[in-house]
């Protein structure tokens, strides 16, 4: 009877072992998840280090230099907030202007633009009377030059002078009969000097 009991007894530590390897099953099994995402985030991390993420992101990258003229533009614009004060621009070129049509004389008008934080208007490249050329009205405009010292050398209110040659002067100018400021004719869109005492419109300019 001793080793008919035993047998048994063989089969029950045999059947348990099933049970046993069940928690090991399932230990296994719980591990799945976090391989998979381990996996999801190696992926993740691949894609935003493999050529194909890169050709991705050329769109925008394109985007943002196709918009960085208006960024440009936009910082302009900002700068030139001033009430009645205008943006021209002509290539790389811009102007934030105003034309004042009440007549001063050229120290007053110098007066009025500075109460705006501004300037008469310092007209020393080709792109920036082609800029105001287009705004004018026929009439004659105190811009930002003049002979403070009366010796026959002009210069810009921000200190460059101005050859006698320059040529945005109009024929025969400047005539240095008694005149030391300077219009831009509103005919030929050329500088003329002029009595500082007369009175003119005027240009004024905030500088960019």
């Not at 998840?33 to 992926?43: D, H, K, N, V």
């Not at 280090?49 to 394109?62: C, G, L, M």
């Not at 700068?79 to 002509?90: D, N, P, Q």
């Not at 403070?148 to 101005?162: K, L, M, R, Y």
């Amino acid at each position: 009877m001793a080793p008919t009991s035993t047998s048994p007894s063989t089969t029950a530590s045999i059947s348990t072992a099933p049970l046993t390897s069940t928690p090991i099953t399932t230990t296994k099994h719980s591990t799945t998840p976090i391989t998979i995402t381990s996996t999801t985030r190696t992926a993740t991390s691949q894609m935003l280090t493999s050529p194909t993420a890169t050709a991705s992101t050329k769109p925008t990258h394109s985007h943002t230099t196709s918009t960085f003229p208006s960024s440009t533009t936009l910082s302009y614009t900002q700068k030139c907030h001033a009430a009645g004060y205008r943006l021209l621009s002509t290539g790389d070129t811009h102007l934030c202007m105003h034309l004042k049509h009440s007549k001063h004389s050229w120290s007053n008008a110098e007066k009025v633009c500075e109460r705006d934080h501004a300037r008469l208007v310092v007209l020393d490249t080709h792109e920036k009377v082609e800029a105001l050329r287009h705004t004018l009205d026929g009439n004659d405009y105190w811009i930002g030059a003049t002979d403070d010292d009366h010796d026959d050398n002009f210069s810009w209110v921000n200190g460059e002078p101005i050859s006698a040659t320059f040529w945005l002067w109009g024929h025969g100018e400047p005539d240095r009969h008694h005149d030391f400021c300077v219009i831009l004719n509103g005919h030929d869109h050329k500088m003329h000097d002029k009595g500082c005492a007369d009175s003119h419109m005027s240009v004024c300019e905030i500088p960019l």
